[in-house]
Structure formats: structure tokens, C-alpha cells
């Protein structure tokens, strides 16, 4: 019944930024993790970053020193800020939420990196 709402996406130059967001539907106190994944056509869709319960973290190697993601838990909202954005981060990035051992998907989100 948890409803995920993603925005931000859009189009960036390269070495540009984004930040996207994710608002739950009802609480994420109690989550295991929530976090990002994107997907290319023709690709298989791979994690980028998530954040557990307690706040640790794990991102891509792809990705590391240039998205970080973080949490407002009184908006129950996830974010995704992406630095140094290059054209191959271009993608459909999907939220994800794992809590109460179910996994829920927002409706995706098109970052496109381009000049």
C-alpha cells in the first residue's frame, strides 16, 4: 500500500547537477532501506546508492564522490543529490523502499545528461 513519489529529474549538462527526491507515502522509520536504481535501455537495471535504517550508506562505484544520499525522515523523503553529472549517468532512475519485508518501486524518473 506504500506509494513512492519520485521528482527532479530532467535534462542537465554534463558536469552539471540534479537532485532528486522520493516521498513515501507514510512512514519510513521503520524501513530497512530505501535507495536508487536506474536503468539504461537494453541494460540491466543496477543499484546506484541506499540508505539503511540507521543511516549507513553504499553507493556504485561508478558513482562514488559525486551523488550522496540522504534522508529527511520527518518528510519521509529520500534524496539523491548528483554532482558532476556525466552522460553516461543518463538513465531512468527508479526509487525503491524494502520495509516490512516487501520491496516497493516509484514510477521512475529520466535523468538525461546531454549538451
Known amino acids: 500500500q506504500v506509494q513512492l513519489v519520485e521528482s527532479g529529474g530532467g535534462l542537465v549538462q554534463p558536469g552539471g547537477s540534479l537532485r532528486l527526491s522520493c516521498a513515501a507515502s507514510g512512514s519510513i522509520f521503520n524501513m530497512n532501506y530505501m535507495g536508487w536504481h536506474r536503468q539504461v535501455p537494453g541494460k540491466q537495471r543496477e543499484l546506484v546508492a541506499v540508505?539503511?535504517?540507521?543511516?549507513?550508506?553504499n553507493y556504485a562505484d561508478s558513482v562514488k564522490g559525486r551523488f550522496t544520499i540522504s534522508r529527511d525522515s520527518a518528510k519521509n523523503t529520500v534524496y539523491l543529490q548528483m554532482n558532476s553529472l556525466r552522460p553516461e549517468d543518463t538513465a531512468v532512475y527508479y526509487c525503491?523502499?524494502?520495509?516490512?519485508?516487501?520491496?516497493?518501486w516509484g514510477q521512475g524518473t529520466q535523468v538525461t545528461v546531454s549538451s
Open positions: 525503491n523502499l524494502y520495509i516490512d519485508d516487501t520491496r516497493y
Open positions: 540508505i539503511r535504517r540507521y543511516g549507513s550508506t
